[in-house]
């Protein structure tokens, strides 16, 4: 393509309007989500229970209570982090670039961008996942669930969610930075989002300014950061967030749950289906549309692998038995979930990827003007967000195994004859002991943080659609009415 023939680099800002509220909701999200994760780790612990019971007489509750129940650092707001564990966080980090720069992977270009150009994508996410479990594996043979992944994972796991965070505001302000670095008919395809270059410092920053921001590094060459970010580190860090509190559990009480056992493995199965299929990623919005900041960046290494566990750390202090009903009931939500979700993507994907393969060939579409083909068969026929009714009702499978949800850290005085200080009675105190963790008072609350993730993923894939219904009004105009008219329901045929 000459020079003369290519496209502007640099989209018009006029026609996308703000979204998720504009610089005042960025701000809000911005400082908001971070310390609503904070929140859900400090407020359900093994210290004094989930919720900490102070929560549950707020007429009584003061501050100094409230840190000594959450096991608030001794250090204050400076213990939040540490520099040791950063820098094994960002060895993680580290080991991951170099499993996508050495080990062989598929090569595939993207769709066509507004400038006319295609990117290069290297795919090998599942296999770097595979190596990465395999050492997890090996180590956990050797040492059981004391294995050092683990213990490092349930130890510092505070300072682990202050390492995510400095890295998503690090590479938020990384991209803005180079992204005015773009220039029209750039030889490399590098462009602005559509929506984000609005002029407002903020939310540009938040939102994502440039769309594919790309670097080349020494050693490990061109690397895609918003794909990277989505696929592998948060992504793959929920399992090892699983698995480490899956241990946790086995440490301290000598066995894991039928509950974790099948939380984990639903979740491990999302995740490696999603890594297995990596090369769907470059047919969705995030990577055709979203430009990347920190709202993705955050979403991906820090939301996704703290918030998304949290059903799993539940468990790792208070274990839930399902049984055999139990079992069956949960895995036929998860079933149908995951049927509708992989089904709706893996037909989408053919269809654009191949319209002549036999499995999609027979299905029925409009031909836009804009030269995109809108399925109205299939899956896609019978609502046109059909994908994200399969992933929220695989949400609730994800919850479910926590059950009615709440417990309280019982402590009581050691038996006589031990030698050890009473928990109460003595001038200095006593040294407290653990008896045992019931549900008492608790008993529900703790849903309002194990079943927080059914009504965020709910909120999230309503706003995602209407997001996306914005965006396709745009593109296709007259056909995009054409087609809501021949596939009117959005998410759940015949409800909404």
Known sequence: MSKSQRKPSTPAASQHGYEFGGPLGALGITFGLPILTYAFAFMCNDVSGCPAPSALHPSTLTLETLKREVGWPKEGIMGLGSWSVTGWVLMYYLTSLTLQAFLPGEESLGVELSN???????????????????GAGVGTAIYGADFVLWTFIWDNYIQIITANLGMAFFLATFVYVR?????????????????????NLLYDWFIGRELNPRVNLPI??????????????????????????????????????????FLTGFQALYVFDALYMEPAILTTIDVIMDG???????????WLPFVYSLQARYLAVYPVRLGLTGIAGILAIQGVGYYIFRSANNEKNRFRTNPDDPKVAHLEYLQTASGSKLLVTGWWGTARHINYLGDWIMSWSYCMPTAIAGYVVQYSSPASGTGRSPANGGIFGGEP????????????????ITYFYVLYFAVLLIHREMRDEEKCAKKYGKDWEEYKKRVPYRIVPYVY
């Not at 006319?116 to 479990?133: E, H, M, Q, V, W």
């Not at 992204?179 to 002029?199: C, E, I, M, Y």
């Not at 990347?292 to 820090?302: R, V």
């Open 292 to 302: 990347f900041g920190f709202m993705l960046a955050f979403g991906d290494i820090a």
């Open 179 to 199: 992204s005015f670095q773009v220039k029209d008919n750039d030889p490399n395809h590098r462009q602005l989002a559509p929506g984000g270059h609005s002029g």
């Open 116 to 134: 006319g150009g295609r990117l290069k994508y290297k795919f090998n996410a599942f296999r770097s996942s595979l190596l990465i479990t395999a």
């Open 220 to 261: 490990f060459g061109e690397i895609d950061i918003k794909v990277f970010c989505e696929i592998r580190p948060g992504l793959f860090g929920w399992v090892l967030m699983d698995l480490a509190f899956v241990a946790h559990q086995y440490r301290v009480y000598g066995y894991a749950s039928d509950s974790i056992i």
């Open 433 to 448: 002991v653990r008896a045992e963790i019931v549900q008492g008072e608790a008993r529900g609350w703790g849903m309002v």
